[in-house]
T-cell receptor, first 113, second 113 residues
Framework: DSGVTQTPKHLITATGQRVTLRCSPR?????VYWYQQSLDQGLQFLIQ???????AKGNILERFSAQQFPDLHSELNLSSLELGDSALYFC????????????FGPGTRLLVL | GENVEQHPSTLSVQEGDSAVIKCTYS??????FPWYKQELGKRPQLIID?????GEKKDQRIAVTLNKTAKHFSLHITETQPEDSAVYFC????????????FGTGTRLLVSP
């Protein structure tokens, strides 16, 4: 157990819908990262937050957004969902976001029908 | 930006054999290289990492080597066991400012008894 938690574990929804994925970092970690892993694909970096502020952006679609709250948990919002958005979504956390090991949560499996 | 290539995509070995997975990176400024193991449907778990000021690092049956001149790094697993079967991802990042990991496409390792 990495100490990073994610909810829900599974999510099934329909095209065009909006969902919110939640991540709680390890105790004491200020930085949160979001990744998308499609079937048999690698990990694509989406976005990073540090202490409530966006710090780095990857290939995140405009339909996706994220935020980090004062209690340091983070939410990834996916809207106007398409079939191709079906994937595993992981978050990871580190203490400062600068060169430390990233510990991953268990992931949320999203299925868009 | 950084690009990481990983080979082979699949690797089958007999129990007790050694396995080697190779990655190359494009940005000479990259200075942190972790390796993650991911079992089916599970989170990526860090198994070993190396920083650019070190050429080799070992942890029991696992070792990683780094050649900064050639911009490649490799994972070596000796005395493989069936429980080593998983997908292995390499990654690279630049640690100036906030870290952004770029992952390779993964290697599916199958260890047969």
């Amino acid at each position: 157990d990495s100490g990073v938690t994610q909810t829900p574990k599974h999510l099934i929804t329909a095209t065009g819908q909006r969902v919110t994925l939640r991540c709680s970092p390890r105790s004491g970690d200020l930085s949160v990262y979001w990744y998308q892993q499609s079937l048999d694909q690698g990990l694509q970096f989406l976005i990073q937050y540090y202490n409530g502020e966006e710090r780095a952006k990857g290939n995140i679609l405009e339909r996706f957004s994220a935020q980090q709250f004062p209690d340091l948990h983070s939410e990834l919002n996916l809207s106007s969902l398409e079939l191709g958005d079906s994937a595993l979504y992981f978050c990871a956390s580190t203490p400062t976001g600068k060169g430390e090991t990233q510990y991953f949560g268990p992931g949320t499996r999203l299925l868009v029908l | 930006g950084e690009n990481v290539e990983q080979h082979p995509s699949t690797l089958s070995v007999q129990e007790g054999d050694s396995a080697v997975i190779k990655c190359t990176y494009s940005d000479s400024a990259s200075n942190y290289f972790p390796w993650y193991k991911q079992e089916l449907g599970k989170r990526p778990q860090l198994i070993i990492d190396i920083r650019s000021n070190v050429g080799e690092k070992k942890d029991q049956r696992i070792a990683v080597t780094l050649n900064k001149t050639a911009k490649h790094f490799s994972l070596h697993i000796t005395e493989t066991q069936p429980e080593d079967s998983a997908v292995y991802f390499c990654a690279a990042s630049i640690n100036t400012g906030f870290q952004k990991l770029v992952f390779g496409t993964g290697t599916r390792l199958l260890v047969s008894p």
